[in-house]
């Protein structure tokens, strides 16, 4: 099966397995969350041991907490909170200087 990276909003660690959430469906995956990091790549910040979030649909970063796209809120751990909310706001930057076909 082909996702697009564009598609998949995050990434979610289920036991050995991983849930990939996508705009339209959530796919069942067997792959581990950080085999699944390492295929996506770019893009993608991985904001706790559970979570890889497509930066592309970050919609807020408050304490402890990262807001993406259809009101969905994931945790951030306290000790890794200023490192994610540095990756989260480098590409939010990075992502307003790029233009979208």
């Known amino acids: 099966m082909v996702i697009r990276n564009k598609d998949i ?3 979610e660690a ?3 397995d991983s849930v990939i959430h996508c705009l339209n ?3 069942l995956s067997r792959e581990s969350i950080s085999d699944l990091e390492k295929k996506v790549g770019e893009g ?3 904001t706790h041991r559970s979570f890889i979030v497509n930066s592309r649909y970050i ?3 408050k304490r402890y907490q990262l807001a993406i796209s259809q ?3 994931l945790p951030i751990p306290e000790k890794k909170y200023r490192e994610i909310k540095e990756k989260v706001l480098r590409a939010v930057n990075q992502r307003q200087n790029e233009i979208y076909i």
């Open 9 to 11: 909003v995050y990434i």
């Open 14 to 16: 289920e036991n050995t």
């Open 25 to 27: 469906r959530d796919i």
């Open 44 to 46: 993608f910040i991985k």
């Open 59 to 61: 919609t807020g970063i």
């Open 71 to 73: 009101g969905i809120e």
